[in-house]
Nanobody, 122 residues
């Protein structure tokens, strides 16, 4: 059983930056692909980015060039660096762990964190 805890959310002005962290425990972190998803009020959960076991990355078109996902297996942590934030990036961001690399579907992820709020003001 893997436990995931996100941190780093907050309120930022448009054009600003935030770095989200997701710390894993209770499992072998390096065995899992990791992903970030987000959900805005009244909207469905949306794929943001994923990083494979060997650190191959894939992004949603809406964040490509602005967000960077990375992982540190020694620290059992995955990061999401978010630059040039826009009001439409406002959402609860959750990290998740999957046995499937490169997956954009939340149904392929077995373990989820509780989420962290990101609010971008215009």
């Amino acid at each position: 059983q893997v436990q995931l805890v996100e941190s780093g959310g907050g309120l930022v002005q448009a054009g600003g930056s935030l770095r989200l962290s997701c710390a894993a425990s209770g499992g072998t972190f390096s065995r899992y692909a990791m992903g970030w998803f987000r959900q805005a009020p009244g909207k469905e959960r949306e794929f943001v980015a994923t990083v494979s076991r060997i650190s191959a990355t894939y992004y949603a078109d809406s964040v490509k060039g602005r967000f960077t996902i990375s992982r540190d297996n020694a620290k059992n942590t995955v990061y999401l660096q978010m630059n040039n934030l826009k009001p439409e990036d406002t959402a609860v961001y959750s990290c998740a762990a999957s046995n499937y690399s490169g997956s954009v579907s939340p149904y392929r992820y077995s373990y989820w964190g509780q989420g962290t709020q990101v609010t971008v003001s215009s």
